[in-house]
């Protein structure tokens, strides 16, 4: 079955980085388009971030210039290299894949605050 594994996640001072990883099991992780989203608390699960299956990229206004979504196929993971990190990006990072079928991640935490 479907799993997807985040990590990477935790407090960094604003302007630091972090680098979150998601690893993917159980589907043909190449033909899948992968995204990271982000829910703060109360708010709703927003997307952060697009990688397609064959490499093309997208990512929120916010985020844009600060943030980096990569993907390793024969590793079957996805990144997102988090630069100038903001307290307003405090928020669990939730890792998607989709294609036929949709599946998602159990989130990490991501908390910036000094």
């Known amino acids: 079955q479907a799993q997807l594994v985040e990590s990477g996640g935790g407090l960094v001072q604003p302007g630091g980085s972090l680098r979150l990883s998601c690893a993917a099991s159980g589907i043909t992780f190449s033909l899948y388009d992968m995204g990271w989203y982000r829910q703060a608390p109360g708010k709703q699960r927003d997307l952060v971030a697009v990688i397609t299956s064959d490499g093309s990229t997208n990512s929120a206004e916010s985020v844009k210039g600060r943030f980096t979504i990569s993907r390793d196929n024969a590793k079957k993971t996805v990144y997102l290299q988090m630069n100038s990190l903001k307290p307003e990006d405090t928020a669990v990072y939730y890792c998607?894949?989709?294609?036929?079928?949709?599946?998602w991640g159990k989130g990490t935490l991501v908390t910036v605050s000094s």
């Open positions: 998607n894949a989709h294609w036929r079928a949709n599946y």
